[in-house]
């Protein structure tokens, strides 16, 4: 190195910048190393804690959630940012992010952080009552409570256009409520009459193949085989039994699925486990040098569930995977499937029926129980709706969009978790995600050819390859909504997953 | 509360000196926090974590021990320890144990606990080659560098008679290498010619009954119904897997025991068990109130191992223990055990005979092992033994005191990873360990009446129970020589193990 470039890299003209950077890197990455401390800690907390850690457990998360918060939020990331000139694409997308997340974590009075935690830690309780008695009322004013907070989240954080804006930022950086409303709008109109046409076949797929005997060593096996299969490496990753399944990435080299057994069911133990692989290849799929940076972070909520639905559904559920799985499952369990054919496995796993529940609803029923949620939120969010309303509001949307009467509030509008937690703003993602999953997927066999082919044969590598370069080693260089774009040359729509749904469904079906 | 005593509640004349006190608990309790949120994070490198995670977790652990190490060493602590009035006796043992820890960590330079940090880390590669490869002078450099920065921890640290006073002060804190030496001075003239008897008898145990077929689901399974009989709380802890056994207390209500399996070979998944049983019991009687303080902490790392040793072999090795469990242990490896007799197992448990390997020596030579290595360490920190000397001076002193010539060093100096880890001082908590638990025991058996019969009955909870009271509770109230007095009304003495010793082998070798 020439020696009159030695005061660029130890301060002055040129040096002090880039100095600004590596301390606010290293500063936001002590933020980031305490998540992922926290990630263990609450993955232990759901898989091996014993029940009387629980107290203890709830101070250390805590804890760690203040330090961290702390690091996050410390005025000297202000200063940097302030100061900060950042050369180069990787520098301007760190620094871009970390001044959103900065931002946002600032302009947030702690006070109402505080009454959030404590109003939404009591909520939970409260909701998981309600839905047991089945009774809103005693629900509704911690809801009104909980949108009350919410809204004066917004205040603070800011927004240009519509409140529900600065609740979708912390989930989908980026999207608004009007993008996703337009979206929305346009897959529920194609969706809602390939519903009815499918529902007029009056076909049906024997329901009782899923619903037989799997023993849950056999699923854990098989599950753990095919999850490797696609990819996920358990060199770098576990998969474990939990009540409540989830994916947890704790940074380069450790990612943690977990799932739950039905002894009589095999839709948890093996595409819920296809589900977590997703987002766990996506986790193994960051950059492990910019571990702790958005560069090396996921792209937001909604890619992140494209990767889980991708292969869950547009591969785990296509004929092709199942050309090659379904010998082996029967050999796995030759009792329970002997007397099923392939055909009747693959109809099984794509049933298409009008349901109560989002999180057992079918991969196009599923999206209207989104669309739903979304325009009470942003309704609850503007004040048109009451939340003693909601209710009434509910079952009203339901019977117009699915044709049915939910038979009780805890059937309906009481049967998620989300808003006793606060989460208002986060279901959107789970259909950005069947739409980002959708277009990826319309691309990656535009770019690979004859994908099903791999497929027949188990081999997922290309698929793997195609996303890791694609769509897991960008990180967050770019939003969600730009990433779109750029992989697949169009902007967000709802025409790949309208078109997939009626290439699947119509042999199935007869339509 | 009256409003004359809002100014000391709030602080003034008598308010400040309280308020300083709970200022430094709290900031004490931080790093306590942060090193039982490491514990999670340790554990679970040692049992669950995926090969991969391993360069990631290093960073985890680094950091949490640089924010613990810097949450213990703030100034703030060193000032409110300067002007704290600690009333009444537990605000007395918590200021008095606060301060000889934060003394000691602030009189560590930080370059020297980098340099030992470094070394070390290096190391225990080196000496695991060595060992593999009987190759004692490539390590020779190694011990002689981590010697001679112990000598420089003991000089920064201070000390009064001796250097090795200032080692032992971290694990065994009061404890001194005088002190020490009289009692195991006095322990090797009664063990010598007792071990000397047992060997002229040449009477001994089948040797084939402990290296059986055990198959290792039913080790799992049985261990851990001789954990929980004894008193180890499984809704409090858990029992797992693990290459080098630990038992890691995590906070109040949260325990973790590992062990590991040999399909031929009881010892680990039996006595292995109750050893980290034992630990986890003590863990388990600590005061959950003062978690994080003194007062709440176990009292010495020789207090620590009397309680593993009290269960793995004052109570697990005992006749009465087996009348209770043999059958149970027939029942569960029936194919194995059917021609095997009450006494010849509790024969084979107790087998008294010299060996080369520490870990693997029965009660009563063990501790000859452990002499050794304390006359070693003290010639090593004091400059009368040369680190390369080390090989001929420990076969010199195990062939005076075992009368055997180590085969390699291997099996003789390279043996041990302590060293290669800069745990000097170490060793003789172990035999600190022995001597504490015969010493409690016999007062047990004094204070409880016929505790055999309870054993015989398969009741441990009067035993558990005294121990809780009189050794667990205190938490660090009394510093071990301290507790052992007033739990036994003597000072520790090696004549309740050699008569502990003395009673058991007299009738099994007919001595």
């Given at each position: 190195m020439a020696g009159w470039y030695e005061p660029a890299m130890n301060g002055g003209l040129y040096g002090e910048p880039m100095d600004a950077y590596q301390e606010l890197i290293d500063r936001f990455r002590e933020s980031k190393l305490l998540e992922s401390i926290g990630a263990i800690v609450g993955w232990d907390q759901h898989t091996y804690m014993p029940p009387k850690g629980a107290g203890h457990r709830a101070e250390q998360m805590g804890y760690l959630a203040k330090l961290g918060h702390e690091k996050l939020t410390n005025p000297h990331i202000g200063e940097l940012l302030g100061t900060v000139k950042p050369a180069g694409e990787i520098e301007t997308v760190n620094v871009r992010e970390i001044r959103r997340v900065y931002d946002r974590a600032v302009k947030m009075p702690s006070k109402l952080v505080e009454e959030i935690a404590r109003t939404v830690s009591q909520a939970q309780n409260i909701w998981a009552e309600a839905r047991k008695k089945n009774d809103f009322p005693s629900f509704a004013p911690w809801l009104e409570k909980i949108v009350g907070l919410k809204r004066a989240e917004a205040k603070a954080v800011g927004y240009k256009e519509s409140p529900y804006d600065a609740l979708l930022d912390e989930y989908e950086p980026g999207a608004t409520a009007a993008e996703i409303t337009r979206v929305f709008a346009e897959l529920r109109a194609d969706l809602v009459p390939l519903v009815a046409a499918i529902a007029s076949t009056g076909k049906k797929p024997r329901k009782d193949i899923l619903t037989r005997e799997y023993a849950v060593d056999r699923q854990h096996v098989f599950g753990q085989g095919a999850a490797a299969a696609i990819g996920f490496d358990f060199q770098a990753g576990r998969l474990d039994t939990t009540v409540h399944p989830f994916c947890s990435g704790i940074g380069p080299g450790d990612c943690r699925l977990t799932t739950r057994y039905h002894p009589r069911e095999l839709n948890q133990g093996l595409w819920g486990i296809l589900h977590e692989a997703g987002h766990g290849i996506y986790e193994q799929g960051l950059d492990p040098a910019h571990f702790g940076t958005p560069a090396g972070s996921f792209a937001s909520l909604g890619i992140h569930e494209s990767q889980s639905r991708l292969w869950e559904n547009q591969v785990g559920r296509c004929r092709p995977f199942w050309e090659h799985f379904f010998p082996r499952l029967q050999q796995t369990f030759p009792a329970t499937l002997d007397d099923v054919t392939l055909d009747d496995f693959i109809f099984s796993a794509n049933n298409v029926e009008k349901s109560f529940i989002r999180v057992e609803a079918d991969e196009a029923t599923y999206n209207m129980h989104i669309i739903l949620r979304f325009e009470l939120e942003q309704a609850l969010m503007t004040g048109d709706l009451k939340p003693t309303d909601v209710p009434a509001a509910w079952n009203e949307k339901f019977r117009k969009m699915l044709d049915l009467t939910p038979p009780s509030d805890a059937q309906g509008c009481l049967q998620d978790i989300h808003w006793s937690m606060?989460?208002?703003?986060?279901?959107?993602t789970y259909t950005l995600g069947n739409l980002y999953a959708a277009q990826f997927m319309q691309q990656a066999r535009q770019d690979l050819g004859d994908i099903d082919a791999d497929f027949r044969r188990g081999v997922f590598s290309r698929m793997k390859g195609w996303l890791n370069e694609k769509v897991h080693r960008p990180g967050q260089r770019h939003r969600a909504g730009e990433l779109c774009r750029r992989v697949t040359g169009q902007p967000l729509s709802h025409k790949p997953l309208i078109a997939y749904l009626r290439g699947k469904y119509a042999p199935l079906y007869g339509i």
């Open positions: 606060g989460g208002l703003g986060y279901f959107p």
